[in-house]
């Protein structure tokens, strides 16, 4: 007689992509803290350091002799070249996959709309979705309110976000990020219900943070 007790399926590989200004990286760090079980793959980049970020914990900063010998030998799960600023590269290691993993955990990784579609079609288990700001004037707000970029670099970046949304479709979810409480918790709605049967998150504990 066969077991009823159904095999646990693979550990997602939860991909949060879209348009620049649209919020997804505090999104996807607020979704890290409510949710345990996830962490945060820390890509690696040729682009120059920004103030107060930290070499292994915001990105593994690349010169671009090691990218390449990465590229060469491998080491890519998905890479793109930025479309905006100087041509600066961006990817995401089999090796950071491979550690969150190994360490009990399921990768929750923020990246290029470009990677995220490499993802999706080279891991079954990649859960994939998309966030959006709801207007493009309020895209333009986000990015001059963080101001990481220069004047030329934001309109170029809402130019690309033009073209970025009509591949919302390609992906498994689209979440619209109009506010902030409600589209963290959507999205961890859809990681629970992605995670369900797999028994690597535990419940939701409701009581004030």
Do not use: C
């Not at 350091?49 to 930290?54: I, K, N, S």
């Not at 079609?121 to 709801?134: C, Q």
């Not at 109009?178 to 409701?206: N, S």
């Amino acid at each position: 007689m066969a077991s009823s007790t159904a095999e646990p399926r693979p550990r997602p590989v939860f991909v949060l992509t879209g348009t620049s200004g649209e919020g997804k990286s505090t999104l996807a760090k607020l979704l890290v803290e409510r949710v345990g079980g996830l962490e945060l793959a820390v890509s690696g980049t040729t682009r120059p350091r920004r103030p107060g970020e930290e070499h292994g914990r915001d990105y593994w900063f690349l010169t671009e002799e090691e990218f390449d010998r990465k590229l060469e030998e491998g080491d890519f799960v998905e890479w793109v070249e930025l479309p905006w600023g100087e041509g600066y590269r961006s990817g995401t290691l089999w090796s950071e996959l491979d550690r969150i993993v190994a360490e009990g955990r399921s990768p929750v990784l923020e990246i290029e709309t470009g990677g995220a579609l490499a993802v999706r079609d080279r891991i079954p288990a990649a859960v994939t979705i998309f966030v959006t700001a709801p207007s493009r004037e309020e895209r333009e707000r986000r990015l001059r309110l963080r101001a990481t970029e220069s004047e030329g670099e934001i309109d170029e970046r809402l130019d690309i976000a033009e073209q970025q949304l009509a591949l919302a479709p390609e992906f498994d979810h689209t979440v619209v990020n109009d506010d902030r409480e409600r589209a963290v918790a959507e999205l961890e709605g859809i990681v629970r219900e992605a995670m369900d049967g797999a028994g690597t998150i535990p419940a939701h504990d409701p009581s004030p943070r």
